[in-house]
């Protein structure tokens, strides 16, 4: 009888490690979870499955916006998130049902179907930063009940995304919060993490009665590494936040976006 190989080399760990740092930057500087960048590395460099490197994502995803949020402190203090409860509050409505069912949606779906899925979604994300990002706050378009009718709406679509991607949803929750809700772009970005970091708990709450949720448990090593990278990349990003200005990084995300996209969906 033949040894199975490990699930993650020992070869594979320091790349993990990097890997999470750099993408933790993204997330920690711009409000993201970074999902988008990884889950290219989870499928073509660390090669797992479409749903497992959704499962591993997502794990990651938490790891970065949980430590993104305290780390941007410095310059998004805790109280002008706390300030803005009832627009937060509108969008979890919406977006813990989403992310419920579109996790749901997920474990159900053929590997080939779910690879095509990510890499539509990431093209449209890509879309999005790149004509949602420049859009000046200068006032919601919209009040009361239908800006609330909106948010809800806008919210369960997000979460919806954020399960089948295994993603945190900031690349389509800070452009919401900015064009319908008219909130500043760096205090968006603060937002965003308040309102992905319970959407994650609730797609991980879903696929946790899926058999493919024992991914975690076979890949305990690569998992610590990566996440050690990406409280190291996260605290980097906070620090880098009102320093590096969107007009440079939204452009070259949304070309990174459509390159990931164009490798998941070749993807066999």
């Given at each position: 009888?033949?040894?199975?190989?490990?699930?993650?080399?020992?070869?594979?760990?320091?790349?993990?490690?990097?890997?999470?740092?750099?993408?933790?930057?993204?997330?920690?500087?711009?409000?993201?979870?970074?999902?988008?960048?990884?889950?290219?590395?989870?499928?073509?460099?660390?090669?797992?499955?479409?749903?497992?490197?959704?499962?591993l994502?997502?794990?990651?995803?938490?790891?970065?916006?949980?430590?993104?949020?305290?780390?941007?402190?410095?310059?998004?203090?805790?109280?002008?998130?706390a300030?803005?409860?009832?627009?937060?509050?509108?969008?979890?409505?919406?977006?813990?049902l989403?992310?419920?069912?579109?996790?749901?949606?997920?474990?159900?779906?053929?590997?080939?179907?779910?690879?095509?899925?990510?890499a539509?979604?990431?093209?449209?994300?890509?879309?999005?930063?790149?004509?949602?990002?420049?859009?000046?706050?200068?006032?919601?378009?919209?009040?009361?009940?239908?800006?609330?009718?909106?948010?809800?709406?806008l919210?369960?679509?997000?979460?919806?995304?954020?399960?089948?991607?295994?993603?945190?949803g900031?690349e389509?929750?800070?452009?919401?919060?900015?064009?319908?809700?008219?909130?500043?772009?760096?205090?968006?970005?603060?937002l965003?993490?308040a309102?992905?970091?319970?959407?994650?708990?609730?797609?991980?709450?879903?696929?946790?009665?899926?058999?493919?949720?024992?991914v975690?448990?076979r890949?305990?090593?690569?998992?610590?590494?990566?996440a050690?990278?990406?409280?190291?990349?996260?605290?980097?990003?906070g620090l880098?936040?009102?320093?590096?200005?969107?007009?440079?990084?939204?452009?070259?995300?949304?070309?990174?976006?459509?390159?990931?996209?164009?490798?998941?969906?070749?993807?066999?």
């Amino acid at each position: 009888m033949t040894d199975q190989p490990p699930a993650t080399p020992k070869r594979k760990l320091p790349a993990a490690f990097g890997g999470g740092a750099v993408i933790g930057t993204l997330g920690g500087l711009i409000g993201l979870g970074g999902a988008e960048f990884r889950l290219p590395l989870l499928i073509g460099l660390f090669r797992f499955g479409a749903l497992e490197a959704v499962i591993l994502n997502k794990a990651m995803s938490l790891v970065v916006v949980a430590t993104a949020l305290p780390f941007r402190t410095g310059t998004i203090p805790f109280a002008d998130i706390a300030g803005s409860w009832p627009i937060l509050l509108n969008l979890l409505v919406g977006s813990l049902l989403g992310a419920w069912v579109g996790a749901g949606w997920a474990t159900r779906m053929k590997p080939e179907t779910l690879y095509k899925v990510l890499a539509i979604l990431m093209v449209g994300i890509a879309a999005v930063l790149l004509f949602g990002h420049e859009v000046s706050a200068s006032g919601p378009p919209m009040t009361g009940e239908a800006q609330m009718a909106v948010g809800v709406a806008l919210g369960f679509g997000i979460g919806v995304v954020a399960s089948l991607m295994g993603v945190a949803g900031g690349e389509l929750l800070i452009p919401t919060l900015v064009l319908v809700f008219g909130v500043d772009i760096k205090l968006a970005g603060s937002l965003s993490l308040a309102v992905s970091l319970p959407t994650i708990l609730v797609g991980f709450a879903r696929y946790s009665q899926d058999r493919s949720f024992a991914v975690l448990g076979r890949n305990r090593s690569f998992i610590v590494v990566m996440a050690a990278g990406s409280v190291a990349g996260t605290f980097i990003g906070g620090l880098l936040l009102g320093i590096v200005p969107g007009s440079i990084l939204i452009p070259a995300l949304a070309i990174i976006l459509v390159l990931s996209a164009v490798k998941v969906w070749r993807h066999q």
